[in-house]
């Protein structure tokens, strides 16, 4: 029988262990994927902490709903090594990146298709055993999106980073047209936002970020101008250059600033999505809905409907590829104390 290696999470705040156990065998309609390729995200290392921060103290505990030891890992990319008998149309050996936010099919959600937001979901590498290993369980073959010819950590990446900010850019909606988004925060997800942006929206986006590097980069990425939100002045440099505020603005921070610099940026009409999960607390006049008109939503990844039509335009050729280090599947736990502290640029992912 396969042997499957995995680096596992065996206790929170603890160390990855390697973990070696038999290959699951895929009955009925599952499907076993070969990890190629594993992407490690900043959320990975809130899970191993096993909170979120949500500012001023308070946390979001995240140790419910799974059993140790527990494979993390989400940006999954592979060939399929073996199939249940019902799994049809899974060509053994064809090379996947797994849609990973699969949710239990049964809530008004899924019949939704928004497994992203299931009530019961088993999202790989969250509350189902991830890629952080050789070998992924997926429970069925509509899960496995075909990459080619892009890179298998590339693929990956778009699964998260990438499919968060396609699908903040699609809640935008119509507003998006009217003239330059605002995206605010460019680290990997506003990156990937300013590259969509650039792809499929009618003017190159306005982007803000505290930090100086980050705007240079955004604007080399082909950002029409960008801001400093710590700069006083920058609010209204920005409705200025908007002729009176945009209707349209992603927040990738999700800070109580970030947010703050967002809203204060809007039109009449105007919409912020969010997507950041950095923490702090937003307050506002309630009455500046209505007087704004104004609204404010959160998403969290997409449907496997959009994690196919973001790979159908990055594999036309539409989406700008991302800096990746590989680093072999034994290094994990290094690659989760690199970003934890801060010490990466770019997307680090595991060669299993
Ligand atoms: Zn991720
Ligand atoms: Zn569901």
Not at 25 to 43: D, I, K, M, W, Y
Not at 64 to 88: D, K, N, Q, S, Y
Not at 167 to 180: D, I, T, V
Not at 228 to 236: G, N, T
């Amino acid at each position: 029988m396969t042997q499957m290696l995995r680096q596992s999470l065996v206790a929170y705040a603890a160390p990855l262990c390697e973990t070696v156990v038999p290959c699951p065998t895929p009955r009925g309609t599952e499907v076993l994927v070969r990890v190629a390729r594993c992407g490690v995200c900043h959320s990975d290392v809130h899970m191993q902490d096993g909170y979120f921060k949500l500012g001023e103290d308070k946390r979001l505990d995240v140790t419910g709903g799974r059993t140790l030891p527990f494979t993390l890992g989400h940006e999954i990319a592979g060939t399929i090594e073996r199939a249940g008998a019902e799994a049809e149309g899974a060509v053994i050996g064809r090379a996947v990146a797994v849609y990973p936010w699969i949710g239990c099919g049964q809530c008004a959600a899924c019949a939704a298709g928004e497994e992203n937001i299931c009530a019961a979901p088993r999202h790989l590498g969250i509350t189902a055993d991830g890629g952080f290993a050789s070998h992924v369980l997926v429970p069925h073959p509509r899960y496995l999106i075909d990459y080619a010819p892009l890179d298998a950590g590339f693929a990956g990446a778009l699964m998260c980073s990438g499919l968060t900010a396609f699908a903040a850019l699609k809640r935008l909606g119509e507003r998006a047209q009217r003239g330059p988004v605002l995206l605010v925060g460019l680290g990997g997800v506003g990156m990937m936002g300013l590259a969509l942006a650039r792809a499929l929206l009618p003017h190159a986006p306005f982007a803000a970020d505290i930090d100086a590097g980050k705007r240079a980069a955004a604007l080399a990425a082909g950002a029409t101008a960008v801001f400093d939100p710590a700069d006083p002045s920058a609010r209204k440099a920005l409705i200025a250059a908007s002729g009176g505020g945009v209707y349209a603005a992603c927040d990738f921070v999700g800070s109580d600033r970030s947010l703050q610099f967002a809203t204060g940026a809007l039109a009449k009409g105007g919409k912020v999505v969010i997507t950041g999960l950095i923490g702090g607390t937003f307050t506002t006049a309630a009455a500046m809905f209505p007087l704004k008109a104004m609204t404010i939503e959160g998403t969290m990844t997409g449907t496997l409907a959009e994690a196919r039509e973001l790979m159908a335009l990055a594999r036309a050729g539409g989406v700008a590829p991302i800096p990746i280090s590989e680093r072999p599947l034994a290094q994990a736990q290094t690659a989760l104390d690199d970003i934890r502290a801060g010490r990466v640029m770019g997307r680090v992912v595991l060669v299993t």
